[in-house]
């Protein structure tokens, strides 16, 4: 530990004019990305703070969204805790400690939720020009589950009747474990199916109808089997044999040998079968 963080001096962040900008600039639109545990939530709630003691927006007028529950409870008690300290601080005017004091009093008034809850408040506000039940509860993702798989298996009973081509080829399609030493029935071809209809419930608000890109299979399989062997003869020229690159990359040259040898097999077996073919048809000609 520097003798500076002992001492409780800040450390010198390379972010501190981003922050700072948070944190004043009110009338700016920022798009935040930091990594994990870098402090955006604090800075948020810095900048929530400076808004409500500005006076450019009451309690009511907030939202923050979030992902999860968990995070839009914590982001709250941390707003709390913030207006509390705020509110006893010394260096505040008037003007702006009325204005905090009325927030931290009116703060479940604010909307900080996840989206899911936002957009529900939306609704019951407005049911009738949404045009559901006013009664409506949004469903847990567990709950979302297991409506899903009762509609599927419903709609899976239906396909196999006449099953269009993509869950024939789904059906076709080998069975294998999904990671080393898992069961084969995790990735089996209901399952596989299963997956995509729930990814496709995620996306239903797209409405653009899916496209399949050409694909030519032989000329991609061509280009991807040249690299590899390209790839194995450039790691096949280490000067040592325990060199950590020649190490590591021994799997490629063994696949590459593997695809030459049962390239190598699979000619061999073609001019046998043609030579046979045509024994066959000399004897029938006599």
Not at 115 to 140: K, M, N, Q, S
Not at 206 to 219: E, I, K, L, S, Y
Request: with cysteine.
């Amino acid at each position: 530990m520097t003798e500076a963080r002992r001492q409780g001096v800040p450390r010198d962040r390379g972010d501190q004019q981003a922050r700072e900008a948070i944190a004043s600039d009110l009338d700016s639109t920022f798009v935040v990305e930091a990594a994990a545990g870098t402090g955006k939530t604090t800075e948020l709630v810095k900048r929530i703070v400076r808004v409500l003691a500005t006076g450019k927006a009451a309690v009511a007028d907030l939202v923050a969204v979030t992902f999860t529950e968990k995070a839009a409870g914590e982001l709250k008690f941390r707003l709390r805790q913030a207006l509390e300290q705020q509110t006893s601080a010394g260096d505040l005017d008037a003007d702006s400690r009325g204005r905090l004091d009325r927030a931290l009093t009116n703060l479940e008034e604010a909307h900080i939720s996840t989206i899911h809850g936002f957009c529900a408040d939306l609704l019951r506000e407005r049911p009738v020009e949404a045009g559901i039940d006013p009664l409506f509860r949004v469903l847990t993702e567990g709950e979302a589950r297991r409506l899903y798989a009762e509609a599927f298996d419903v709609w899976l009973q239906r396909a196999l009747e006449d099953p269009p081509e993509g869950v024939r080829r789904s059906l076709r399609r080998s069975t294998r474990p999904s990671i080393p030493g898992g069961d084969a029935s995790d990735d089996g071809p209901v399952e596989r199916l299963r997956s995509a209809g729930w990814d496709l419930v995620e996306w239903r608000d797209f409405g653009a109808g899916w496209t399949r890109p050409d694909f030519v299979r032989q000329r991609e399989i061509a280009s991807l089997t040249g690299r590899v062997h390209a790839f194995a003869a450039t790691t096949s020229q280490a000067a040592s044999a325990r060199d950590p690159l020649f190490v590591d990359t021994a799997a490629a040259r063994r696949i590459s040998d593997r695809m030459v040898r049962r390239c190598r097999w699979t000619r061999t077996m073609v001019r046998r079968t043609g030579a046979k073919r045509r024994r066959s048809s000399r004897k029938e000609a006599s």
